[in-house]
């Protein structure tokens, strides 16, 4: 039993030293990228989410001009960062936004769960058959739920307005 323990002990400390040692770096130039792009994970960069874009930023396969939600302020800071000439938003991703937060209309909602996977973020929160809600702290306005809802009962809110200032159509009234 005890030469087991000394075994087991010996072998922890190899996997140890071999963890510290042999540890695979990231790229610290894809984590700069990232930390520059607005985590919004809406996809309109043609990629799966932000860290996907800026990989392919440092390898040379998309542009830094791709990001809406980011818009000119992004661009330059990507430009600065790599060492290039900045360039104007890519029509082609879509147009910059002012940012906002996805609502539901909750009296619209019949609950049929269509908006929660297409959510990055899983900033909403409802069961089958029951109302939902948005998380607004956790909603980075991608808009990724407002297609799938087959009721039209989720609208974007400009952040920073109030509930007291909100407002749709009168077709939800």
């Not at 040379?60 to 960062?81: E, K, S, V």
């Given at each position: 039993?005890?030469?087991?323990?000394?075994?087991?002990?010996?072998?922890?400390?190899?996997?140890?030293?071999?963890?510290?040692?042999?540890?695979?770096?990231g790229d610290p130039i894809v984590e700069k990228i990232e930390a520059?792009?607005?985590?919004?994970?809406?996809?309109?960069?043609?990629?799966?989410?932000c860290k996907p874009y800026a990989q392919a930023i440092a390898q040379?396969?998309?542009?830094?001009?791709?990001?809406?939600?980011?818009?000119?302020?992004?661009?330059?800071?990507?430009?600065?960062?790599?060492?290039?000439?900045?360039?104007?938003?890519?029509?082609?991703?879509?147009?910059?936004?002012?940012?906002?937060?996805?609502?539901?209309?909750?009296?619209?909602?019949?609950?049929?769960?269509?908006?929660?996977?297409?959510?990055?973020?899983?900033?909403?929160?409802?069961?089958?058959?029951?109302?939902?809600?948005?998380?607004?702290?956790?909603?980075?306005?991608?808009?990724?739920?407002?297609?799938?809802?087959?009721?039209?009962?989720?609208?974007?809110?400009?952040?920073?307005?109030?509930?007291?200032?909100?407002?749709?159509?009168?077709?939800?009234?």
């Amino acid at each position: 039993m005890l030469l087991l323990c000394l075994l087991f002990i010996l072998l922890g400390l190899i996997l140890g030293y071999a963890a510290q040692y042999l540890k695979v770096q990231g790229d610290p130039i894809v984590e700069k990228i990232e930390a520059l792009l607005p985590q919004t994970q809406c996809g309109q960069c043609q990629y799966p989410g932000c860290k996907p874009y800026a990989q392919a930023i440092a390898q040379g396969q998309a542009d830094i001009n791709q990001c809406p939600p980011g818009g000119a302020q992004t661009i330059n800071a990507l430009a600065n960062l790599l060492g290039i000439e900045a360039k104007p938003l890519n029509a082609e991703f879509g147009a910059v936004k002012a940012p906002a937060v996805a609502f539901i209309i909750e009296q619209d909602c019949i609950g049929c769960v269509k908006c929660i996977p297409p959510c990055p973020v899983d900033a909403i929160l409802g069961a089958s058959k029951q109302m939902h809600t948005v998380i607004a702290s956790e909603c980075t306005g991608c808009e990724l739920c407002i297609a799938p809802c087959p009721v039209d009962c989720i609208i974007m809110i400009p952040t920073g307005k109030k509930p007291s200032e909100w407002q749709w159509s009168t077709a939800h009234d």
